[in-house]
């Protein structure tokens, strides 16, 4: 990884982590800013938020120009070829960053992973391949990455029916195209996740909205609750 994440800090005594993954061309700072605006670490202080960065690395979609990238993307639909080494070497970078948490004494069901578009995906193939069950998903405008490879891929899939996942899509996204974010919801429902939610936005692009973001903290508030 190219340096540091960016972090917020529990306020009070750390109990829970959330670790955020950022889209394409952009840094983990962005979404710390998010957050922070939406005054989400005010609503859940127990919790370590964390976002970090991805490396630099050339984008074929974008004409081959460098820039922050989870893994190389030659096309926006399901149809294009998937860069499997890159999605895999990320999603280990985040189960790694799950381990850490986990080192430092926040059990695995007090992490919540997710991410935005390619982060996002990413999040979700690092939850569904990772030997625990975690505290949940969040899943924003996104898509579940090598998806002919599940549920074959799946890691203790009978253990995982539980694991939360909240999916969030706006219904004018350009870029990552709803038909596509609702054949990710058919799949992952066809694995048998009892608690996986979808929500769609109305007129929202590829972006957030007021309503999703509070639909992200009552997902966080929910399944990562204050402990004594």
């Known amino acids: ?34 957050f922070n605006m939406y005054r989400i670490p005010k609503a859940a202080p127990h919790v370590k938020f964390i976002f970090p960065h991805a490396p630099i690395q050339r984008v074929t979609l ?17 149809n294009a070829k998937e860069d499997q080494e890159g999605i895999e070497k990320s999603s280990k970078l985040l189960k790694d960053l ?5 080192k430092n004494g926040i059990p695995p069901e007090r992490v919540i992973v ?17 030997p625990h069950t975690l505290g949940g998903v969040l899943a924003l405008s996104t898509w579940l990455p090598l998806a002919t490879t599940f549920p074959q891929a799946l890691i203790s899939g009978d253990k995982k029916v ?4 909240l999916q969030c899509h706006g219904d ?25 939610s979808f929500q769609e936005y109305k007129n929202m692009g590829h972006s957030s909205c007021d309503q999703e973001m509070t639909d992200v903290t009552s997902f966080i508030t929910k399944y990562l609750p204050k402990t004594d």
């Open 1 to 34: 990884m190219s340096k540091a994440p960016a972090i917020i800090p529990a306020a009070v005594k750390q109990t829970a982590s959330l670790i955020f993954l950022h889209g394409l061309g952009d840094v983990g700072t962005s979404w710390l800013e998010a």
């Open 62 to 78: 974008n004409m081959g120009m460098p820039m922050p990238s989870w893994f190389d993307i030659t096309g926006l639909d399901q």
């Open 98 to 102: 799950v381990e850490e948490e986990i």
């Open 114 to 130: 997710g991410g935005f578009s390619m982060g996002g995906a990413v999040a979700l193939h690092a939850a569904l391949t990772s």
């Open 162 to 165: 539980n694991l939360p996942i």
């Open 172 to 196: 004018s996204d350009p870029m990552v195209q709803l038909r596509w974010a609702r054949m990710t919801a058919d799949g992952v429902k066809a694995m048998g996740f009892k608690q996986y």
